[in-house]
């Protein structure tokens, strides 16, 4: 069965540079989540888009924004990044047409900067 | 607002010994509870769920948990440890905006 695609797995930056982590979710579902998880951290929500509009904002930094495209997949951009964005990054995507609201996990990216 | 606690950051057992990891919620109403595992650089692979019906619930590798609402608790149980059960364990509740909010989490150490 298809699942939730993240690109790219691995992403390796430089302070103050930009980053963009995409995410595939699985086919028919319309809802996506990011989530972050620093290192030995539990994960963190982010945000989340139903229907291509922002559905839910966590503890995103302002210097992050993020959208979901005609196709429903998304894409987190982060900017000015900072030692401290070095993380693993999640993605989840779930269909609200199910009875229950369960959360598919992609892979995750792992971004580390330098 | 919803929390997710597990009061033990690391455990350590041996293989073949019985295995219980403890999760406590703070939640209005009963909420969807899961268990995810995390081997080390991994991602999130999840282990059984809880939405509603019996409360013993069965997931994937001999993992069962069970919901009690009296004690607002999903504790995991495994009756007999594999080595290659060593991993970093996740409880996380479904909050109100459909975002998981996750427990910190608590490491499962196995002893040849």
């Known amino acids: 069965a298809a699942g939730v695609i993240q690109s790219p797995r691995h992403l390796i930056k430089e302070k103050r540079e930009t980053a963009t982590l995409k995410c595939y979710p699985i086919?028919?579902?319309?809802?996506v989540y990011w989530y972050q998880q620093g290192p030995g951290q539990d994960p963190q929500f982010l945000i989340s888009f139903y229907e291509k509009m922002q559905s839910d904002k966590g503890s995103i930094p302002d210097r992050f924004s993020a959208q979901q495209f005609s196709d429903y997949h998304s894409e987190l951009n982060m900017s000015s990044l900072e030692l401290g964005d070095s993380a693993l990054y999640f993605c989840?995507?779930?269909?609200?047409?199910?009875?229950?609201?369960?959360?598919?996990f992609g892979p995750g990216t792992r971004l580390t900067v330098l | 607002a919803q929390s997710v606690t597990q009061p033990d950051i690391h455990i350590t057992v041996s293989e073949g010994a019985s295995l219980e990891l403890r999760c406590n919620y703070s939640y209005g109403a009963t909420p969807y509870l899961f268990w995810y595992v995390q081997s080390p650089g991994q991602g999130l692979q999840l282990l059984l769920k809880?939405?509603?019906?019996?409360?013993l619930v069965q997931g994937i590798k001999g993992f069962e948990a069970e919901f009690k609402r009296s004690q607002s608790s999903f504790n995991l149980r495994k009756p007999s440890v594999h080595w290659s059960d060593a991993a970093e364990y996740f409880c996380?509740?479904?909050?109100?905006?459909?975002?998981?909010?996750f427990g910190p989490g608590t490491r499962l150490s196995v002893l040849p």
């Open positions: 809880y939405f509603s019906g019996d409360t």
């Open positions: 086919p028919r579902h319309d809802t």
């Open positions: 989840a995507s779930s269909s609200t047409g199910g009875i229950y609201n369960e959360q598919f």
């Open positions: 996380a509740v479904e909050d109100y905006g459909q975002n998981f909010v």
